[in-house]
């Protein structure tokens, strides 16, 4: 039987790599009895490192989704990636979550990745929950990691849980909520309920305090309440933290040691009774169609979020369900395709192992099997009432290479390898440029290209890569005018066509721009689209390197036809010569395009990234801090200087700092550049003229 929408619960462990994520997971699927012990991550048996390249490596690459029931509610946890290489796999479990868990290292505290999930999660006003972790390591410390969140993010932190001592002597966590000790179990089997120590009880106390004067702030009435009476019940706290979070007024706190089984209790008791359930959660839809709510009424529908091609399941496609259920033999819809499916088996899933299921309720997950056709980002509907739910918001990939098989024999097997990546992982690209007649790869690091490149290895495929080369453009600065006149006699109907044309560079995004100013009957109206193809075709091959030209407008304003030999042909190529003669006086210039970077940095760093900026013909726009040590960099840099970034920023950083880009303009390439690419361009012309 399906699980009502009000006892569902869909949530993200989230946070930096090496925090422990993996190991909470465990543990949760341990306290809910779904596997029997709680595996270590470098034991290779974990439920949700269970492909061959995070056993091999040691970290999360892949998004892993498990259930338990805990308390009568049924709870869908996803293990997402800590790696910045592999934030789509986070993303897609964002999709069909309604709150996060935070890890934290009680020592590491907040790092790079922390400030960017808390961006991504304030972008979308998910509600979050903080879980310290590692409160047994040596030299942690839960209060300054506390104060190190309070620092950063303008928001109150919230303890719903404290520790009993850290490093060797860390004995449990108190439960303020419940104001009663959990202690650690020698076995590592569970938690064991008790009374608060003495020696913790005034700082219980004062912790106590502290959540229920946040509780009361959750609700105008508990706040009047609690004025009045200087307490809230425990029904009143738990009313006034569930409104508080759903809102995003404040973040409830946790705390324990993963490894050691501490804190799962109480982050779970939370999860089950006072986190947002998928009831009445609107589900957004593409602009100008009608919002949805998730809702068990009504017909069903959903969106698939994610995509797995499993060795021996074949293509798995992970849906969320919005509306209504989902269930053995039912209809439905794709709008992308046009067509109409039913399904077979439905299955829900513990890590990599599949479980069927009959029926799965609004707000659920299911995992619908060999259905080929589907991919990530499709809407599942009723035909008669087309929906298209918003896609998933995915970063723009910043690390490429170019690829090309040594064998024409393997070109087949590579291509299916990287279609197969990037239906998987839709941070991964793979494009073929036609500009420059490459393959290119790309993805958000350069771990997550290196994985890849183990696996095309593996299928016993010999490859070169190299840097992809830079997509120039070419513009022209100043206005020219040419005539020309194209005259071809063979016998039989010749050609003839003369134009005369005027060219206008245009502002920097504008593209082109076709007009005419004919006052007469001298071109015929129906020999215009050829003169603006015949244009358009020019740019494409550039004029002074080969690149495409771009932000210019053509206008004809006279020319002469023949009653017999005009045709289009002739007019698409009189435009070309015109065109070609105009550009030699039209003072064409090279254009590189510009990325707008976003560096997260720790400060100590600083100096050395703002002088690696300016050693790079970058220029920054901006900086801004949060808390003491983490600094954002808004910069502008040549796309040319980005190809190895990665490499440079893990160098200046000791590894710790991050980087996003995405292009932004195309600028004036300098005089120095530009010189050296026209001469490799001639260079290369003459040795194909050659060969």
Known sequence: MATETQMLRNFSLVGHSGTGKTSLF??????????????????????????????????????????????????????????????GEVISAFRASESAVLVIGARSG????????????????????????????????????????????????????????????????INLLENSAYFLDPSGQGETPGEIPPEYQKEA?????????EAAEGDEELLEHYASNDTLSDDEIKQGLRQGLARNQFVPVFCGSAILNSGIVALLDFIAADSPSPFHVV??????????????????????????????????????????????????FVPRLGKTFKVGKL???????????????????????????????????PSEDVIHYLPLELPRPVHAITIVSKAQRDEDKLNQILVKEAEQNLTFQVVYNHETKETILS?????????????????KIDFLTRLPKISYRETITKSAEAEYTHKKQTGGHGQYAKVLMDFHPLPRGEGFVFSNTLKGQNVSKGYLPAVEKGIQEAMLEGFLAGFPLIDLKANLSDGKEHPVDSSELAFKLAARGAFREALAQAHVILLE??????????????GDILADISGKRGRVLGQESFGKDIVVVKAQIPHAEMLQYALSLKALTSGTGAFEMEFDHFSPLGSRETELLIKDYQAHRKNDGES
């Open 26 to 87: 465990e543990q949760i699927l341990f306290q809910g009895k779904v596997i029997p012990k709680a595996e270590r991550v470098e034991s290779g048996r974990t439920v949700s490192d269970f492909a061959e390249e995070e056993i091999s490596r040691g970290l999360s690459i892949h998004t892993a989704l498990a259930n338990i029931t805990w308390k009568g509610t049924k709870i869908n946890v996803f293990d997402t990636p800590g790696d910045s290489d592999f934030s």
């Open 110 to 173: 907040v790092q790079i990745e922390t400030l960017k999930l808390w961006r991504f999660l304030d972008t979308h006003s998910m509600p979050r929950m903080i879980f310290i972790n590692k409160v047994d390591k040596a030299a942690s410390d839960f209060w300054r990691t506390l104060d190190d969140l309070q620092e950063k993010f303008s928001v109150p932190f919230v303890p719903v849980c404290i520790p009993m001592g850290h490093d060797e002597e860390h004995r449990g966590v």
């Open 205 to 213: 106390s004062k912790a106590r305090l502290n959540l229920i004067e």
């Open 283 to 332: 589900e957004p839809c593409v602009s100008g169609e009608k919002e949805r709510q998730i809702s068990p009424e009504g017909e069903f529908s959903g969106i698939v979020f994610k995509t797995v091609l499993d060795q021996f399941a074949g293509r798995l496609s992970f849906v969320k369900i919005v509306t209504g259920t989902l269930s053995h033999g039912k209809d439905f």
């Open 347 to 381: 299955f829900t899933c513990q890590g990599k192992k599949l479980q069927e299921v009959g029926e799965l309720s609004a707000g659920d997950i299911g995992i619908l099997a060999k259905f080929d056709d589907l991919k990530t980002n499709d809407s599942l509907c």
């Open 443 to 459: 993805s958000m690091g350069e771990l997550s290209l290196a994985i890849l490149l183990d696996k095309i290895r593996n299928a």
């Open 593 to 606: 395009p510009i990325m707008m970077v976003s560096l997260f940095v720790d400060e100590k760093y600083l």
